[in-house]
């Protein structure tokens, strides 16, 4: 059974720029949660999408947007990009969320320049 | 924002002994989770334990809970050098179906061959 999958791995950007992160979870799961790893916040919950309705969101700025498609696909979509948004960035996927483990992706490295 | 620490940061042991990490963490929770991070790669669930449990086994892991102190600790027995990441404790906050991970600080272990 493949794993969740996260592309692309590695993204170099400017400031200013925009950038669509895809996440493809594993088949069956219907919930997909988003996570940005830093060195220095740790990991920061962003959002999670059900059945293409985001239940949960976390502390953001609203440059930080996402969606889910009906086969549970999601995209993650960063606006004018700063500095500070250089992270990884990780999808979670499990069938309906609530007490089940998350399966992560391998994230993608975003750089800004 | 994170929902606790962990300590210590860093853990450096020799193959064969056990390694202890503590993770505490600040609000009223469901269950709480230990994830395996190794280097540049996404989070591996590893054991889950609910807020009515005091201790959990699987494999060489063992995981307690102690929600009056809002602690809980995972001692990984017999390391290995394949043992050696990043760990981190997720609570899991009480009440709705929303999937929102709260992660703490993390403990980079290294196990020494």
């Known amino acids: 059974k493949a794993g969740v999958t996260q592309t692309p791995r590695y993204l170099i950007k400017t400031r200013g720029q925009q950038v669509t992160l895809s996440c493809s979870p594993i088949?069956?799961?219907?919930?997909v949660s988003w996570y940005q790893q830093t060195p220095g916040q740790g990991l920061q919950f962003l959002f999670e999408?059900?059945?293409?309705?985001?239940?949960n969101k976390g502390n953001f700025p609203g440059r930080f947007s996402g969606r889910q498609f009906s086969n549970s696909r999601s995209e993650m979509n960063v606006s004018t990009l700063e500095l500070g948004d250089s992270a990884l960035y990780l999808c979670?996927?499990?069938?309906?969320?609530?007490?089940?483990?998350?399966?992560f992706g391998d994230g993608t490295r975003l750089s800004i320049l | 924002s994170q929902q606790g620490e962990e300590d210590p940061q860093a853990l450096s042991i020799q193959e064969g002994e056990n390694a202890t990490m503590n993770c505490s963490y600040k609000t009223s929770i469901n269950n709480l989770q230990w994830y395996r991070q190794n280097s540049g790669r996404g989070l591996v669930h590893l054991i889950l334990i609910r807020s009515n449990e005091r201790e959990k086994h699987s494999g060489r892991l063992r995981v307690t809970l102690d929600t009056s102190k809002k602690s809980s600790s995972l001692l990984i027995t017999a390391s290995r050098a394949a043992d050696t990441a990043s760990y981190f404790c997720?609570?899991?906050?009480?009440?709705?179906?929303?999937?929102?991970?709260?992660f703490g600080s993390g403990t980079q272990l290294t196990v020494l061959p």
């Open positions: 997720a609570t899991d906050a009480e009440g709705g179906s929303a999937r929102q991970l709260t």
């Open positions: 999408y059900f059945s293409e309705t985001q239940r």
């Open positions: 088949s069956g799961h219907r919930s």
């Open positions: 979670a996927s499990s069938f309906t969320g609530g007490e089940q483990p998350q399966h």
